[in-house]
């Protein structure tokens, strides 16, 4: 988990630095608009390989209206791209709105399994 949206960040530095967030806060909005997920509807965390057991975990672990706004983003995106058109621009998703929701879940399972590894290779030793 070293590269990917998940892996290895500078945000919190950039964060921390008043100047490189003036310098870079227009170029991470720059890539975010040409990425051009907002355009069908998505949040950044729809994004995140499904495939991945972490991230199959911590969909379970989404409340209902979260698993239904998924689903309805992921839906709604799938007609926009079978129409090969980007849905309106009242209908993009705002950058308020583009929040980490999954993320939180998935840097949890991680530590769970972790910690799971820590303690199933623990090696007791009686005196």
């Known amino acids: 988990m070293l590269f990917g949206p998940l892996g290895v960040s500078l945000a919190p530095y950039v964060k921390s630095s008043k100047t490189l967030t003036r310098l ?9 608009q040409a990425s ?7 949040k950044y965390d729809d994004l995140l390989v499904e ?8 969909l379970t672990r989404l409340t209902v209206r979260e698993k ?12 926009a791209s079978v129409l090969h058109a980007p ?4 209908q ?9 929701y999954l993320k939180p879940h ?3 399972v ?14 007791v030793k009686r005196h």
């Open 24 to 32: 870079l806060k227009p170029i991470a909005n720059w890539y975010a």
């Open 110 to 123: 991680v530590k769970e399994d972790t910690e799971r590894q820590y303690w199933d290779n623990l090696d």
């Open 106 to 108: 998935v840097l949890n």
């Open 51 to 58: 495939e991945r057991d972490d991230v199959q975990r911590a």
């Open 68 to 79: 239904y706004d998924r689903a309805y983003r992921l839906k709604r995106a799938s007609q």
């Open 92 to 100: 993009w998703t705002p950058t308020s709105e583009d929040i980490r």
């Open 87 to 90: 849905l309106p621009k009242e």
């Open 36 to 42: 051009g997920y907002r355009q069908y509807g998505f």
